[in-house]
T-cell receptor, first 113, second 115 residues
Framework: QQQVKQSPQSLIVQKGGISIINCAYE??????FPWYQQFPGKGPALLIA?????SEKKEGRFTISFNKSAKQFSLHIMDSQPGDSATYFC????????????FGTGTQLKVEL | GAVVSQHPSRVICKSGTSVKIECRSL??????MFWYRQFPKQSLMLMAT?????????EQGVEKDKFLINHASLTLSTLTVTSAHPEDSSFYIC???????????FGSGTQLSVL
């Protein structure tokens, strides 16, 4: 019940295209859903986050879409750039786990010229 | 934004030695810090939760006597890998709770290589 499933495992997008990464969860008590970006050899960095009372949140080129009834949320990267090439992790907080984040399995994004 | 400093970024040691990794919250007080382990192309695996002034809480399967965690102040937690072996080689990452207790800020990670 504490799992967060993430797909795809890897993604190749052309420069200027839209990158879409999906996550699904089981525990309805999760109440905070962040996305992290990680470059090789670095720690994850918080990208954007959403609460379940909002269906969409946009920050610059990054948008989270949240479907509470389906228990799914996704990250959209608009106008993808080569500098966006990284590993992206969705996560969920709450649900009886206290302050412990439950991470998705990660998506390796490569943006090609 | 909040900054978490982790040191060293890379360490190579001989089998049987101990290695200490430091994690500092630079501009906020962190009553709770977390330690993760990450293998190549895999997700982060939570090892333990570190609370200031109390014993760390370890996740199932993590040896507390091998991975010693100390959280002596509100801005510093340390992870000591004792009697390191090659299988302990991994990327270790710390994080700290700040900004209203739901924002988790990560350190830059430590790549440990045990020869």
């Amino acid at each position: 019940q504490q799992q967060v499933k993430q797909s795809p495992q890897s993604l190749i997008v052309q420069k200027g295209g839209i990158s879409i990464i999906n996550c699904a969860y089981e525990n309805t008590a999760f109440d905070y859903f962040p996305w992290y970006q990680q470059f090789p050899g670095k720690g994850p960095a918080l990208l954007i986050a959403i609460r379940p009372d909002v269906s969409e949140k946009k920050e610059g080129r990054f948008t989270i879409s949240f479907n509470k009834s389906a228990k799914q949320f996704s990250l959209h990267i608009m106008d993808s750039q080569p500098g966006d090439s990284a590993t992206y992790f969705c996560a969920a907080l709450g649900g009886g786990g206290g302050n412990k984040l439950t991470f998705g399995t990660g998506t390796q994004l490569k943006v090609e010229l | 934004g909040a900054v978490v400093s982790q040191h060293p970024s890379r360490v190579i040691c001989k089998s049987g030695t101990s290695v200490k990794i430091e994690c500092r919250s630079l501009d906020f007080q962190a009553t709770t810090m977390f330690w993760y382990r990450q293998f190549p192309k895999q997700s982060l695996m939570l090892m333990a939760t570190s609370n200031e002034g109390s014993k760390a809480t370890y996740e199932q399967g993590v040896e507390k006597d091998k991975f010693l965690i100390n959280h002596a102040s509100l801005t510093l937690s340390t992870l000591t890998v004792t009697s390191a072996h090659p299988e302990d080689s991994s990327f270790y990452i710390c994080s700290a709770l700040g900004g209203g207790n739901e924002k988790l800020f990560f350190g830059s990670g430590t790549q440990l290589s045990v020869l």
